[in-house]
């Protein structure tokens, strides 16, 4: 029905009626930065891992600090009880790749050196990976131009 | 002529309710004076806030009026609910809601106004209190009998038709059914089949798709949908096309019905209760109300009996009705003379109850305060169609009163003058009636 309506179901948790209402946005926006962060975190709830992982790599390489300056308080982001709901549950994945894949995205939101751990553990399950390897890359180029930034001011 | 932005904020600061504005994303972009006033919360410590981090409702989370409106494409009037104030208090509030949209019509934002209910809650509060039965005021046999069967069918879902005259309560015991009934938390949807035009109607009950007709811009979904879980009430239901009433016959059936202009079957689990003030045994054989429905709704069937044929009612009601004007009026008016108090008593009320309560208004306002209500302040309408009779209007008023004197007495250990204080008589009045039935 709407971005807004998505939104909602957003800030009180429903993610799989979310999930619904920013992909139909997303046909109309595909562009729409601020569905697909969002869109990312109900993926990672919905089961959706690989789709979320899409989402994430496509966000990632556009503009990695769009989802690096994520504030829990201030974006009423959802991603540390998350990560806190994650721990609790280890062991309950079936596949340890998707686990390391979703605590990467969820990281990605929170602390980027997290998350850069998570994707190279992924990686080293799934070698062949371009997504994950790139979104590593682009984590650590990131990284090392915020250090130059610091050294230079 | 456009009113500048500047204007609009002065005109949306000034007025009395509460108003508060939010954007896509559910942030608070205005509040205003009023807004500060009832919630105790300054501007600076909202604006910019998600919404549910300031109001603290439990509605944010289950039936967030705006999501509601979009969902439903239908703004919001007098929706019940609750926010917490900055002091941590709870306070009940009724609120109004619309969608802000954009030049694609898409929502951008959203509006809601609303203002402090706790005054009115507690007045309410208060009179429930003193009805005899889930708001209903009522101690006569036949009233007695019916909240017996509200209490029987607690359990059940089944529908109900409750028939009456205009004014009865008709309403006040479809809601004590919903109450009393298993599905009191779920949704209670009331729509009055009268007052829609009959080809908006089926739209209204079970919703439409985007281009169903004219003005079907978006989609939208019904009652029907939206009561899912819950109970609907239908008032005034005889009154329904006949279109309807087969959409409606299949909802009973099988619980099943299509969107206006959607080919889509749907699925809804509601109870129906459903009121009339016509005589639908008319109505099912001039053939305006289909049989088949007619049996489908009446498996529970409430007679309501129009007051003149249950006068023991009119004192409590009198009584009621009083102590609900002194708590709005914030008057002391305890009594009322002997002479309207039989007046009342032998007038027809052809508009029943609610008849009742507007007369008693009107010469409520009109009586001073701390005086009794007397004959003089009584609508001429009233003074002129009362029975002349005066044995008539003894042997009524004898008889209607003696259950209720009785109980009431009981109640008050025989203490005569707290009795006729909560009958809302005179001490002589009350003496006078015990001597009349033999108990002085």
């Not at chain 1, 926006?29 to 992982?53: D, M, R």
């Not at chain 2, 410590?45 to 439990?58: A, D, P, Q, R, T």
């Not at chain 2, 959409?247 to 889509?264: C, H, M, P």
Request: glycine share 6%; hydrophobic share 35%.
């Amino acid at each position: 029905m709407s971005e807004m309506l998505g939104n909602q179901y957003f800030m009180v948790r429903k993610y799989f009626d979310a999930k619904t209402e920013y992909e139909n946005e997303l046909i109309k926006y595909p562009a729409n930065k601020s569905i697909l962060k969002k869109l990312i975190i109900c993926l990672t709830q919905t089961g959706e891992v690989q789709k979320a992982l899409d989402h994430f790599y496509k966000l990632a390489i556009t503009d990695i600090e769009y989802i690096i300056d994520t504030d829990p308080v201030r974006d009423d982001c959802p991603c540390v009880e998350l990560i806190e709901q994650l721990k609790k549950s280890i062991g309950n994945y079936k596949n340890v790749f998707d686990e390391q894949v979703i605590n990467g995205i969820l990281w990605g939101y929170c602390d980027i050196t997290n998350s850069i751990q998570h994707f190279e553990k992924a990686a080293l399950i799934d070698r062949s990976n371009r997504k994950i390897t790139e979104i590593i890359d682009v984590m650590n180029q990131y990284i090392s131009k915020s250090n130059t930034l610091i050294q230079l001011n | 002529m456009t009113i500048s932005d500047k204007l609009k904020d002065h005109i949306l600061e000034s007025i009395g309710e509460g108003v508060f504005t939010v954007d896509k994303d559910f942030r608070i972009n205005f509040f205003n004076h009023a807004a500060e006033e009832i919630t105790g919360f300054k501007k600076d410590e909202v604006l910019g806030n998600f919404c549910k981090h300031i109001f603290k409702s439990k509605l944010c989370y289950t039936e967030c009026p705006i999501a509601l409106v979009i969902k439903s494409n239908k703004n919001i009037y007098d929706f019940e609910s609750s926010i917490t104030k900055s002091s941590e208090e709870i306070i009940p509030i009724k609120l109004n809601a619309a969608v802000l949209y954009n030049d694609n019509r898409e929502p951008r934002g959203g509006i809601v106004t609303f203002r402090d209910i706790s005054e009115m809650e507690k007045i309410r509060k208060d009179l429930e209190k003193e009805t005899h039965f889930n708001g209903i005021v009522g101690v006569s046999k036949h009233m007695q009998e019916i909240f017996s069967l509200i209490k029987e069918i607690t359990d059940s879902v089944a529908p109900v038709l409750i028939s009456g005259e205009s004014g009865t309560g008709k309403e006040l015991i479809a809601n004590a059914i919903q109450k009393t009934s298993m599905r009191r938390d779920k949704p209670f949807i009331k729509i009055n089949c009268a007052v829609l035009p009959p080809q908006l109607l089926g739209s209204e009950l079970f919703g439409h798709v985007k281009g169903a007709f004219t003005d079907a811009v978006k989609d939208r979904i019904g009652r029907f949908e939206l009561a899912d879980g819950g109970t609907v009430f239908l008032d005034e239901v005889a009154e329904m096309p006949q279109q309807t009433q087969i959409q409606l016959l299949r909802v009973l059936q099988e619980g099943t019905f299509e969107r206006v202009g959607e080919s889509e079957t749907r699925t809804t689990n509601v109870r129906v209760v459903a009121a009339t003030n016509i005589n639908i045994e008319k109505a099912l054989n001039e053939g305006k109300f289909r049989e088949d429905l007619f049996y489908r709704l009446n498996v529970i069937p409430i007679t309501v009996k129009p007051l003149r044929e249950r006068l023991d009612d009119i004192i409590p009601l009198i009584h009621h009705f009083i102590h609900k004007f002194n708590l709005i009026y914030k008057k002391e008016i305890e009594d009322i003379s002997d002479e309207t108090l039989e007046l009342l008593h032998s007038y027809n009320w052809p508009g029943n109850i609610r008849e009742l309560e507007n007369v008693l208004e009107f010469a409520y306002v009109r009586t001073k305060k701390n005086n009794n209500i007397t004959a003089q302040q009584l609508p001429p309408v009233i003074k002129s169609k009362s029975v002349k009779n005066v044995d008539v209007e003894e042997n009524i008023s004898v008889s209607s009163g003696t259950s209720y004197l009785i109980k009431v007495l009981d109640k008050n250990k025989w203490n005569k003058s707290a009795a006729a204080k909560e009958l809302g008589i005179g001490r002589t009045t009350l003496w006078r009636k015990l001597k009349e039935i033999g108990l002085e």
